[in-house]
């Protein structure tokens, strides 16, 4: 059993706490389709008498904008024509914590809700994750998550970087770091900071390391219930930043912030348990290739994965560069297959006994993880459901086996690949795959208007 988690709050708590002028203010936030939190900063004795219970108005825009917050056209959701109207921000109290990172501050996250009426938004991230979550337990399951997340730390600060163009940025280190304890003791000052604050915040840590990148690492966190997992991932990357950019650093979370180094990956660990807390992977049957006996669940889950993750592209990588990640030889998959204890597939088993699980590779750091959970999810018990038998394990190297089924390349493809999916329709349902469809539409569209340094550099004086 893990211990119990430090800094959460409950009503009582917080009141008590901020009377004793312990918590001043509380930062009220709801993820976007990007995965950023956006909301309130709340002061404390109003949140407690008006939003405690009654939660805020948040213009609905923040469910059909673009990274500019530009209102987007074209979302059946909302729009000028709609009025761009209120949803209501309705405090999750379970997500209810101190943000040790910040001086008197407490953090909570909402769920999306109409504002004429109790009905969740069916287009909001928490939304389509918690859907998939009830599909779960109705299946007498409970999901289990972890995120573990990757990220180039900078020694210039955010203004600098951006007045720089984010080139020529000094990286926290000047060579490739993978576990090396005394390189990682250079970038401790930030990185251990993130570490105890988040730790702190009630977000288990588990340990950092420097990873395969110079200035690249990763923190652990523990992982958690699958709404809870996504939830701790969000705050997390938001204390991250905001660690860094108090020291005078900054970190990004891109997939691939330069074609020469490694990208940064989300790779995500799952497994199910039943409704007693009990593991369900584990069982009494063999899959050759695994050395512990697993359940039918698991292998079914593991069939539904590979079939139809291709297809879901779009919500393991959200961007036009979140495609630049999947190279040969970078620890980053291109291929969709399984096998044990191998890192060049985009599906790892690992784990024996009650730990056994799947770690998905796809995922970059720059996902959406209620996106990428729901998406998971909506795959493995899809197999489940349909008892689908995984193919057999792969063996070597995936990077050269062209046999295998290849991940899409780029945005526009996967777009395509989800534009086509029964499966997805059937899982989300049409208005939030339509709703998804155009958020990646629009990203690739603002691409495809921009002209970059690459083609000046090509084409400027030689064509």
Not at 251 to 273: I, N, P, Y
């Amino acid at each position: 059993m893990s211990r119990p988690v430090r800094a959460m709050l409950d009503r009582n708590e917080l009141t008590d706490r901020i009377e004793r002028g312990e918590i001043e203010t509380i930062v009220t936030a709801l993820p976007d389709l990007y995965g950023r939190l956006v909301g309130k900063r709340i002061h404390g004795p109003y949140f407690v008498d008006e939003v405690l219970d009654g939660g805020i108005h948040l213009c609905d825009y923040l469910l059909a904008c673009d990274m500019d917050m530009d209102p987007t056209p074209g979302y059946a959701f909302t729009s000028w024509e709609k009025g761009y109207g209120d949803l209501h921000g309705v405090p999750d109290l379970d997500t209810l914590r101190v943000a040790s990172w910040l001086p008197r501050t407490a953090i909570v996250l909402c769920d999306s809700v109409e504002e004429q009426g109790d009905s969740l938004v069916e287009v909001a991230p928490r939304t389509i994750l918690r859907r998939q979550i009830e599909r779960a337990a109705d299946m007498g399951l409970a999901p289990l998550m972890a995120s573990e997340l990757e990220f180039f730390l900078f020694r210039d600060d955010y203004a600098t970087a951006h007045a720089k163009g984010y080139r020529d940025l000094a990286k926290s280190q000047h060579y490739i770091e993978d576990y090396h304890v005394l390189s990682s003791t250079f970038a401790e000052p930030v990185i251990g900071e993130i570490r105890r604050q988040i730790d702190a915040s009630g977000i288990p840590v588990e340990f950092s390391k420097g990873e395969w990148g110079p200035g690249q690492h990763e923190i652990n966190l523990r992982y958690g219930a699958a709404l809870e997992m996504a939830d701790r991932h969000v705050i997390y990357k938001l204390a991250a930043k905001e660690i860094a950019a108090a020291a005078g650093w900054s970190l990004t979370f891109m997939a691939k912030v330069d074609e020469d180094l490694a990208g940064s990956s989300c790779h995500v660990h799952m497994s199910l348990q039943d409704l007693e807390g009990d593991p369900a992977f584990p069982g009494a049957k063999r899959l050759a290739g695994v050395p512990a006996p697993v359940s039918d669940t698991f292998r079914w889950y593991l069939g539904g994965l590979l079939r139809y993750s291709r297809e879901l592209t779009c919500l393991f990588a959200p961007n036009v560069n979140s495609y630049k990640r999947f190279r040969p030889g970078t620890f980053a998959p291109t291929a969709v297959a399984w096998s044990y204890d191998n890192r060049t597939t985009g599906f790892r088993v690992v784990g024996h006994g009650a730990s056994v699980r799947v770690e998905s590779r796809m995922p970059g750091a720059d996902v959406n993880p209620y996106l990428t959970y729901a998406a998971l999810l909506a795959a493995g018990l899809e197999g489940i459901e349909q008892k689908i038998e995984p193919e057999p394990m792969f063996e070597g190297d995936a990077y050269g086996a062209e046999k295998l089924t290849q991940l899409p390349t780029n945005l526009r493809d996967s777009i395509v690949a989800l534009e086509r999916s029964d499966f997805a329709r059937k899982s989300f349902g049409d208005d939030v795959v339509d709703h998804i469809l155009h958020f990646a539409r629009t990203e690739q569209s603002v691409f495809d208007a921009r002209v970059t340094d690459a083609e000046r550099e090509r084409y400027f004086e030689r064509i």
